[in-house]
């Protein structure tokens, strides 16, 4: 296959000129120099301190086709090109040097994973990791689930002035708390479901002082893709969070998640009927909804917001991850729903954690239509703040990603219960 595109990197516009003169030997050398050093290839952009640029290289003789995907570019802006004379596919994007975000290759793959899932059933099967990336997110399989058909691994860009996350590992001078599983009935949605609680070091049932409440959505991943038990520990051992009890809430299935977290008063009813009423007669947790947070990521941030402007009594304090509130309830066609719920009620006593990824203007799924993920967060953050109430709001370079969640679930915490 050849190319009319263009290399805007640097470096390939190098390779394009010696595979001209030699084709063979200039190839295999820039495989021995790239094998060395990694990939993708960062190259600086004259003139601009604050981007580089960032070039995918995927080595590929047989294809007709690659994709690589990631939120750097739209559905129709993931096609990789192959160089003329060559086995190399690349695509070149300018990016943000704070950017850290995963990605995956689609070889003989279509521009859109839709196309994919026609095709095959399953649109994961043809996905590959980075072979030249040393650095890898990984997902902790649930033991007590199917064994997934979701890639477990992924590659990962991680620009140079990606921001620490230092909360992330385990310490030396941080006790651990105790985390056990517990299973809790119920009636109102009418099934069980594992709900794992962390107990912080020291935890005493029949302490004078009553504990903090955080309940978080999708449990399992909260605990191991965001790392909550390792975060609370070195945030309560550093003392900028006062000891709190966690709640891990499983979400069953995918489709349960769905159906449960997008505005589902039953849910609601489930939190505040069941839920907390159990938490509070098993465990020595506080009934002041200043001191509770409800939380979660996506969808889960969205029921977060949901359940405390039905139930601001007993959740005073919402966590949201890239909430997804360009989603709207069924038959609502008018965008910003729940945002228009806080704008015309009178203002409740709560306070609100929003972040959002800088491309999360993207999806890996579609085009998309309405607003964008970002957009609805802005524009929730905006009617909040102009109705009085306290909102601490963040943006970080990255997507829809557990890869920056984990990141920003500290100070989101701090924000909310502690010292930022």
């Known amino acids: 296959m050849s190319t009319s595109e263009p290399a805007a990197s640097p470096r390939l516009q190098i390779l394009r000129q010696a595979l001209e003169r030699e084709p063979s030997s200039a190839l295999l050398a820039f495989w021995d120099e790239i094998s060395e050093q990694g990939t993708p290839l960062v190259e600086p952009l004259l003139g601009d301190e604050t981007h580089s640029l960032v070039t995918f290289l995927w080595r590929d003789d047989e294809s007709s086709a690659v994709t690589v995907l990631c939120l750097l570019g739209g559905s129709q802006d993931r096609n990789m090109t192959r160089l003329r004379h060559s086995d190399l596919w690349f695509k070149t994007y300018r990016v943000r040097n704070d950017v850290r975000l995963t990605y995956q290759f689609v070889p003989e793959g279509p521009a859109q994973i839709g196309q994919e899932e026609e095709k095959t059933g399953n ?54 708390g105790q985390v056990s599983l517990q299973r809790v009935q119920s009636d109102v949605l009418g099934n069980e479901r594992r709900v794992w609680v962390y107990t912080p070091p020291g935890y005493a049932p029949h302490s004078d002082v009553a504990y903090g409440l955080l309940i978080l959505f999708d449990g399992w991943p909260a605990m191991k893709s965001l790392h909550t038990p390792t975060i609370l520990d070195n945030l309560l051992a550093s003392g900028r969070l006062p000891p709190l009890v966690a709640l891990f809430v499983d979400s069953l299935d995918g489709e349960t998640r769905m159906r449960e977290l997008l505005y589902h008063k039953p849910l609601n009813d489930f939190l505040v009927k069941e839920l907390v009423p159990w938490a509070r007669s098993a465990y020595r947790v506080t009934t002041d909804p200043r001191q509770t947070i409800v939380g979660g990521v996506s969808a889960g941030g969205l029921a977060a917001a949901f359940a405390a402007l039905h139930h601001p009594g007993t959740f005073g304090c919402v966590l949201s991850q890239s909430g997804a509130f360009r989603h709207n309830p069924e038959g609502e066609e008018e965008p910003f729903w729940l945002a228009r719920q806080f704008a015309a009620r ?73 010292s930022a």
């Not at 072979?131 to 007590?144: K, R």
């Not at 967060?377 to 709001?393: E, I, Q, T, W």
């Open 123 to 176: 649109p994961w099967d043809s996905w590959r990791n980075d072979p030249l990336d040393p650095l890898t997110f990984a997902f902790v399989e649930d033991p007590e689930e199917d064994p997934s058909d979701f890639p477990l691994i992924r590659s990962v860009l991680q620009m140079p002035e990606a921001p620490p996350q230092p909360w992330i590992q385990p310490r030396a001078d941080a006790p651990s």
């Open 346 to 418: 009178e203002k409740l006593d709560l306070s609100f954690h929003l972040d959002a990824g800088l491309l999360e203007v993207h999806s890996l799924w579609d085009a998309g239509s309405g607003p964008s993920l970002l957009e609805a967060n802005r524009h929730l953050r905006d009617v909040l703040s102009a109705k009085g109430y306290r909102v601490h709001y963040t943006e970080f370079a990255g997507g829809h990603d557990y890869i920056s969640w984990r990141g920003t679930l500290a100070g989101g915490l701090q924000a909310l219960l502690g």
